[in-house]
């Protein structure tokens, strides 16, 4: 028996994806026909080709259409989205290689419908959108999981990997253990894929499988992060459905019925704003609410009910199943009337993982893809995580971020070694909630972060008073953590999850404190006004022994062909 094999079960590939959903099982297949003689292993913490948020969204891809202009789609991106701090020269190519991927995509799953002459079913959202709108069937995850598998990839599921293992910097494999019985497993792997989605603090359901995994198990092996302070996303929900209200945010009034819309919605927005949680929270602060939306005049909301629920653009079994159920269920407990009360629900997006055109990190050997990166990519400019208010971006761009990282893995060679005594250590420390019989349990930890992150006027619409106190509480949580305990894998599960979120807040906090400006979705009380002057810039943080080192550097603009107008820059 070898040293690591005393340890536990050992596993090796030359490709190791972390994470099964739909980023996951795009690298896996992508990596698979780049290089067919690689071993190629996806390791899932649930059930591969059901993870993810891909199966519980509207199913909708997003892609430039051959009517469509890729130019006109990066001028508009940068003057109503991401307010020219997006990585134009990555946008560019997440726009013009859209119609391959999804073309891709289908010769994959066979999950998209044509017209007669071979085009792609599609619509627009809105009109002057420049980009289009095509729709996939729920299932189309395990169509992808049937191609991978019928390539030679190899599934493992019901496993938490926790920590990567490094040899001389570069990535040398992972450790974790069974969500069944707890046991220990340790993967050696010269290329490693993190494609567990970003964080979301576990606190509304679609989204709460986003846990951070794959974000603290980047930064505990030494990767750059850039561009935290875009988390977290928020959007309107029932205050009784507790299930967002697409489109509500058209149609908003206070207690008064005094229509706020026209306040702050402008005449090219794009999906859902941040200063709509600003504007609840100011009106609450008044003593105006509660906020309600007036549902006849919500027309995104019968718009895309239409296309989820009552399949008249595409045919879809699927979806139409799911969404009637869900939309049903929503309808029985808001009971809408002409008016229904409405908050903000923080859903979180934070996704930081800093790539390179090819989805390389900062750490050889790893790449990542989807939610995990989305923002340290630098492509949505200023706004959270995929969708990145285009509708349809998350499948799409969590799919061409998977192809990239898959290949880019596939072509990597190392001859990076597995250390016994750093596998034992990380394992260890992995697994030690389970030995204390006392001490605080993981889900107190986790409702403490939440109470840090949850609230609008601490994470959506900010203050340095405000974020200070809660960068204060995350504190106290991270602490506490060396006395998190566990009673089964679980609950060390949520052990885990609180480490990750503690990180992710921090993370969250401290780059949001840098940035004194507001733009896009990042705004900012005390600093309401966008600074062209001294806040074109990229926030970036590392690990710094216990610490975080945070920094900034210039977006370079002058090399791309979109910059802001004197209009836009008074």
């Not at 899932?44 to 948020?53: C, D, I, L, M, R």
């Amino acid at each position: 028996m070898t040293a690591l094999e005393a340890l536990g079960r050992v596993e090796s590939a030359d490709v190791l994806v972390i994470g099964g959903g739909i980023g996951g099982l795009a690298a896996a297949t992508a990596a698979k026909e780049k290089n067919p003689d690689a071993d190629v292993l996806v390791v899932e913490k649930a059930t591969s080709g059901w993870a993810g948020q891909a199966n519980k969204g509207a199913g909708i891809w997003w892609y430039l259409a051959p009517e469509d202009d890729a130019d006109r789609f990066v001028q508009f991106h940068c003057e109503h989205i991401g307010h020219y701090i997006e990585d134009q020269e990555l946008l560019a190519d997440f726009g013009r290689e859209s119609l391959e991927t999804l073309e891709r995509m289908d010769g994959w799953t066979g999950k998209f419908e044509r017209r007669e002459d071979g085009q792609f079913i599609h619509k627009r959202f809105k009109p002057f959108l420049p980009w289009s709108l095509t729709g996939a069937d729920l299932d189309l995850m395990r169509a992808l999981k049937r191609t991978a598998r019928k390539l030679g990839v190899r599934f493992i599921d019901k496993m938490s990997l926790t920590d990567l293992l490094t040899d001389g910097g570069r990535i040398a494999g992972a450790v974790g253990f069974s969500l069944l019985d707890g046991a220990p497993i340790v993967i050696k792997a010269p290329a490693a894929i993190i494609a567990t989605g970003g964080q979301s603090y576990r606190i509304m359901g679609m989204w709460s499988c986003q846990r951070g995994d794959g974000l603290g198990m980047a930064w505990r092996a030494g990767a750059q992060m850039r561009n935290a302070e875009w988390g977290p996303f928020a959007q309107l929900a029932g205050k009784r459905g507790k299930e967002p209200l697409i489109g509500a945010e058209d149609a908003l009034y206070n207690a008064w019925h005094e229509k706020l819309s026209p306040r702050f919605r402008g005449e090219f927005e794009a999906d859902v704003c941040g200063m709509t949680s600003a504007v609840w929270y100011q009106q609450m602060m008044a003593g105006n609410g509660p906020l309600v939306t007036f549902h006849p005049e919500n027309w995104m909301l019968a718009n895309t009910t239409e296309d989820v629920e009552g399949g008249t653009v595409w045919d879809r079994p699927e979806a139409v199943k799911f969404w009637t159920t869900l939309i049903s269920r929503v309808r029985a407990a808001d009971a809408p009337g002409a008016f229904l009360e409405v908050f903000p629900a923080v859903l979180g997006e934070l996704s930081p993982i800093k790539v390179d055109h090819q989805m390389a990190t900062t750490v050889p050997g790893l790449f990542a893809c989807g939610n995990a990166c989305y923002n340290g990519s630098g492509l949505p400019g200023a706004v959270p995580a995929s969708p990145g208010r285009m509708r349809g971006a998350g499948l799409y761009g969590a799919t061409w971020m998977g192809i990239r990282a898959g290949e880019s893995a596939a072509a990597t060679s190392s001859a990076a070694e597995v250390d016994p005594a750093q596998a034992e250590a990380l394992l260890r420390d992995a697994l030690a909630p389970l030995e204390r019989a006392n001490g605080v349990p993981a889900m107190e930890l986790v409702k403490g972060i939440q109470s840090a992150v949850s609230p609008v006027g601490y994470s959506i619409y900010k203050s340095e008073e405000r974020m200070n106190e809660a960068l204060g509480m995350v504190l106290d949580v991270k602490a506490r953590l060396p006395q998190v305990t566990a009673t089964d894998p679980h609950y060390l599960v949520a052990a885990h999850d609180a480490r990750n979120m503690a990180l992710s807040a921090e993370l969250f906090y401290r780059t949001a404190l840098e940035r004194k400006e507001s733009r896009g979705w990042f705004i900012r009380e005390d600093y309401p006004e966008r600074d062209d002057a001294e806040w074109l810039k990229w926030v970036y943080a590392e690990p710094d022994g216990d610490g975080m080192r945070i920094w900034t550097e210039d977006v370079p603009v002058a090399d791309y062909p979109f910059h802001p107008t004197a209009t836009e820059r008074s």
